[in-house]
Protein backbone atom coordinates (compact mmCIF):
# COMPACT_ATOMS: atom_id res chain seq x y z
CA UNK A 1 0.00 0.00 0.00
CA UNK A 2 1.25 3.28 -1.07
CA UNK A 3 1.74 5.25 2.78
CA UNK A 4 0.51 9.26 2.61
CA UNK A 5 1.89 11.28 5.76
CA UNK A 6 0.65 15.05 5.97
CA UNK A 7 2.27 17.71 7.80
CA UNK A 8 1.72 19.46 10.08
CA UNK A 9 -0.78 17.35 11.87
CA UNK A 10 -2.81 20.71 13.48
CA UNK A 11 -1.36 24.58 12.54
CA UNK A 12 -2.59 27.44 14.10
CA UNK A 13 -3.20 30.57 11.67
CA UNK A 14 -5.25 33.51 11.40
CA UNK A 15 -7.42 35.08 8.82
CA UNK A 16 -5.49 36.54 5.72
CA UNK A 17 -2.18 34.07 6.52
CA UNK A 18 -1.03 32.61 4.02
CA UNK A 19 -0.89 28.65 4.77
CA UNK A 20 1.04 25.80 3.48
CA UNK A 21 -0.09 22.12 3.80
CA UNK A 22 2.53 18.85 2.79
CA UNK A 23 1.87 15.40 2.03
CA UNK A 24 4.73 13.27 1.15
CA UNK A 25 3.75 9.78 -0.62
CA UNK A 26 5.97 6.73 0.46
CA UNK A 27 6.58 5.86 -3.57
CA UNK A 28 6.11 8.31 -6.74
CA UNK A 29 2.55 8.50 -7.65
CA UNK A 30 3.23 11.00 -10.55
CA UNK A 31 0.45 13.76 -10.40
CA UNK A 32 -2.15 11.33 -8.75
CA UNK A 33 -2.91 13.13 -5.69
CA UNK A 34 -6.24 14.78 -4.53
CA UNK A 35 -7.44 17.19 -1.79
CA UNK A 36 -10.59 17.27 0.22
CA UNK A 37 -12.02 20.29 3.08
CA UNK A 38 -13.84 18.52 5.61
CA UNK A 39 -15.43 20.90 8.17
CA UNK A 40 -17.02 18.99 11.37
CA UNK A 41 -19.78 16.92 10.66
CA UNK A 42 -19.87 17.35 7.57
CA UNK A 43 -18.77 14.95 4.12
CA UNK A 44 -15.43 15.56 2.57
CA UNK A 45 -15.65 18.58 -0.37
CA UNK A 46 -13.36 17.64 -2.98
CA UNK A 47 -10.74 21.06 -3.55
CA UNK A 48 -8.43 20.09 -6.24
CA UNK A 49 -7.91 17.16 -8.30
CA UNK A 50 -4.70 15.73 -10.44
CA UNK A 51 -1.98 18.03 -8.15
CA UNK A 52 -3.15 21.18 -9.17
CA UNK A 53 -6.42 21.27 -11.31
CA UNK A 54 -9.24 23.62 -9.03
CA UNK A 55 -12.99 21.88 -8.70
CA UNK A 56 -15.26 24.08 -9.95
CA UNK A 57 -16.86 26.45 -7.50
CA UNK A 58 -13.55 26.70 -5.11
CA UNK A 59 -12.17 29.74 -4.55
CA UNK A 60 -8.85 30.42 -6.35
CA UNK A 61 -6.63 31.24 -3.52
CA UNK A 62 -6.13 27.28 -3.24
CA UNK A 63 -3.40 25.76 -4.86
CA UNK A 64 -1.96 22.99 -5.73
CA UNK A 65 1.80 21.65 -6.58
CA UNK A 66 4.12 19.34 -6.71
CA UNK A 67 5.13 15.77 -8.13
CA UNK A 68 6.49 12.37 -7.51
CA UNK A 69 5.93 12.24 -3.56
CA UNK A 70 5.68 15.61 -1.90
CA UNK A 71 2.70 17.62 -3.33
CA UNK A 72 1.30 21.04 -0.86
CA UNK A 73 -1.88 22.59 -0.80
CA UNK A 74 -1.43 26.30 -0.12
CA UNK A 75 -4.21 28.65 0.93
CA UNK A 76 -3.42 32.17 -0.34
CA UNK A 77 -5.09 33.80 2.47
CA UNK A 78 -6.95 32.67 4.60
CA UNK A 79 -10.64 33.02 5.11
CA UNK A 80 -13.24 32.32 8.06
CA UNK A 81 -14.82 29.75 5.77
CA UNK A 82 -11.31 27.94 5.51
CA UNK A 83 -11.32 26.50 8.96
CA UNK A 84 -11.66 22.74 8.16
CA UNK A 85 -9.62 19.70 8.09
CA UNK A 86 -7.88 18.39 5.10
CA UNK A 87 -6.66 15.28 3.71
CA UNK A 88 -4.77 14.92 0.70
CA UNK A 89 -5.26 11.24 -1.15
CA UNK A 90 -3.40 9.10 -3.73
CA UNK A 91 -5.32 7.32 -6.13
CA UNK A 92 -2.31 5.83 -8.66
CA UNK A 93 -2.46 2.55 -7.00
CA UNK A 94 -5.94 0.46 -7.22
CA UNK A 95 -5.93 1.07 -2.99
CA UNK A 96 -6.79 4.62 -2.64
CA UNK A 97 -5.35 6.09 0.39
CA UNK A 98 -5.89 8.77 2.33
CA UNK A 99 -3.49 11.45 4.49
CA UNK A 100 -4.24 11.52 7.89
CA UNK A 101 -5.19 15.09 7.52
CA UNK A 102 -4.49 18.27 8.87
CA UNK A 103 -6.39 20.74 10.92
CA UNK A 104 -6.65 24.42 10.31
CA UNK A 105 -7.37 26.00 13.37
CA UNK B 1 -28.55 18.69 -9.16
CA UNK B 2 -25.86 15.99 -8.69
CA UNK B 3 -26.61 14.26 -5.15
CA UNK B 4 -25.80 11.23 -3.31
CA UNK B 5 -28.33 10.82 -0.66
CA UNK B 6 -27.79 8.19 2.02
CA UNK B 7 -29.58 6.21 4.39
CA UNK B 8 -30.06 6.56 8.22
CA UNK B 9 -28.04 5.88 10.76
CA UNK B 10 -28.16 2.26 12.01
CA UNK B 11 -27.54 0.56 15.22
CA UNK B 12 -26.06 -2.79 15.62
CA UNK B 13 -25.04 -5.67 17.98
CA UNK B 14 -21.36 -7.30 17.66
CA UNK B 15 -21.78 -10.11 14.81
CA UNK B 16 -24.56 -8.93 12.74
CA UNK B 17 -24.54 -7.03 9.82
CA UNK B 18 -25.15 -3.82 8.15
CA UNK B 19 -26.50 -2.37 4.92
CA UNK B 20 -26.27 1.61 4.10
CA UNK B 21 -27.84 2.37 0.30
CA UNK B 22 -26.47 5.95 -1.48
CA UNK B 23 -29.50 7.23 -3.93
CA UNK B 24 -28.05 9.05 -6.98
CA UNK B 25 -29.67 11.61 -8.43
CA UNK B 26 -28.71 14.59 -11.30
CA UNK B 27 -26.81 12.02 -13.17
CA UNK B 28 -26.46 9.11 -15.09
CA UNK B 29 -25.96 6.77 -12.50
CA UNK B 30 -24.25 4.16 -14.42
CA UNK B 31 -21.91 6.17 -15.53
CA UNK B 32 -19.81 6.71 -12.58
CA UNK B 33 -17.95 4.21 -10.32
CA UNK B 34 -19.84 4.47 -6.33
CA UNK B 35 -16.72 4.26 -3.65
CA UNK B 36 -17.43 3.55 -0.19
CA UNK B 37 -15.12 5.64 2.54
CA UNK B 38 -15.61 5.51 6.32
CA UNK B 39 -14.32 7.63 9.36
CA UNK B 40 -13.82 6.73 13.22
CA UNK B 41 -14.86 9.68 15.28
CA UNK B 42 -12.02 11.25 15.42
CA UNK B 43 -9.94 9.88 12.74
CA UNK B 44 -8.82 9.73 8.82
CA UNK B 45 -10.61 8.65 6.38
CA UNK B 46 -10.19 5.08 5.02
CA UNK B 47 -11.36 4.03 1.86
CA UNK B 48 -13.61 0.43 1.50
CA UNK B 49 -13.69 -0.04 -2.44
CA UNK B 50 -16.17 0.87 -5.14
CA UNK B 51 -18.64 -0.74 -7.39
CA UNK B 52 -19.23 -0.04 -11.33
CA UNK B 53 -22.85 0.35 -11.47
CA UNK B 54 -22.68 -0.21 -15.16
CA UNK B 55 -21.30 -4.30 -14.73
CA UNK B 56 -21.80 -4.41 -11.29
CA UNK B 57 -17.89 -5.21 -11.01
CA UNK B 58 -16.22 -4.40 -7.29
CA UNK B 59 -12.74 -3.71 -6.16
CA UNK B 60 -12.16 -3.99 -2.38
CA UNK B 61 -9.78 -3.13 -0.05
CA UNK B 62 -7.87 -6.03 1.15
CA UNK B 63 -8.88 -5.24 4.57
CA UNK B 64 -12.06 -5.72 4.49
CA UNK B 65 -12.15 -8.38 1.66
CA UNK B 66 -14.44 -11.25 2.64
CA UNK B 67 -16.25 -9.19 4.63
CA UNK B 68 -18.04 -6.31 2.67
CA UNK B 69 -20.09 -6.53 -0.32
CA UNK B 70 -21.22 -3.69 -3.03
CA UNK B 71 -24.07 -3.86 -4.92
CA UNK B 72 -26.62 -1.31 -7.29
CA UNK B 73 -30.32 -1.47 -7.85
CA UNK B 74 -29.90 0.20 -11.90
CA UNK B 75 -33.58 0.93 -11.36
CA UNK B 76 -33.31 3.12 -8.74
CA UNK B 77 -30.41 4.52 -9.14
CA UNK B 78 -28.81 3.26 -5.72
CA UNK B 79 -26.15 1.76 -4.52
CA UNK B 80 -25.26 -0.53 -1.80
CA UNK B 81 -22.42 -1.58 1.00
CA UNK B 82 -22.97 -4.33 3.31
CA UNK B 83 -20.35 -5.22 5.83
CA UNK B 84 -20.82 -8.21 7.96
CA UNK B 85 -19.34 -9.49 11.25
CA UNK B 86 -19.86 -5.97 12.92
CA UNK B 87 -16.85 -5.77 15.51
CA UNK B 88 -17.04 -2.13 17.57
CA UNK B 89 -14.21 -1.58 15.37
CA UNK B 90 -16.68 -0.60 12.46
CA UNK B 91 -18.32 2.15 14.55
CA UNK B 92 -18.04 5.04 12.08
CA UNK B 93 -19.30 7.20 9.64
CA UNK B 94 -19.71 5.52 6.53
CA UNK B 95 -19.61 7.77 3.44
CA UNK B 96 -20.14 7.13 -0.01
CA UNK B 97 -18.64 9.08 -3.12
CA UNK B 98 -19.21 9.36 -6.99
CA UNK B 99 -15.37 8.47 -8.63
CA UNK B 100 -14.68 10.90 -11.41
CA UNK B 101 -11.69 8.97 -13.56
CA UNK B 102 -11.02 12.55 -15.06
CA UNK B 103 -7.44 13.27 -15.89
CA UNK B 104 -6.87 11.73 -12.57
CA UNK B 105 -9.49 9.59 -10.63
CA UNK B 106 -10.95 11.22 -7.84
CA UNK B 107 -14.55 11.89 -6.00
CA UNK B 108 -16.30 14.77 -7.13
CA UNK B 109 -19.92 13.97 -5.31
CA UNK B 110 -20.00 12.81 -1.80
CA UNK B 111 -23.16 11.41 0.49
CA UNK B 112 -24.07 13.07 3.86
CA UNK B 113 -22.51 9.98 5.35
CA UNK B 114 -24.11 7.71 7.16
CA UNK B 115 -23.67 6.97 11.19
CA UNK B 116 -23.06 3.27 11.96
CA UNK B 117 -22.83 2.20 15.36
CA UNK B 118 -21.68 -1.20 16.83
CA UNK B 119 -22.49 -2.00 20.68
CA UNK B 120 -23.90 -4.90 22.83
Known amino acids: DIQMTQSPSSLSASVGDRVAITCRAS??????LNWYQQKPGKAPRLLIY???TLQGGVPSRFTGSGSGTDFTLTISSLQPEDFATYFC?????????FGQGTKVE | QVQLVQSGAEVKKPGASVKVSCKAS????????INWVRQATGHGLEWMGW????????DYSQKFQGRVTMTRDTSTSTAYMELHSLTSDDTAVYFC?????????????WGQGTTVTVSS
Open chain 2, 97 to 109: ARGAPLIVYHMDV
Open chain 2, 26 to 33: GYTFTSYD
Open chain 2, 51 to 58: MNPYGGNT
Open chain 1, 27 to 32: QSIDNY
Open chain 1, 50 to 52: ATS
Open chain 1, 89 to 97: QQTYSSLWT
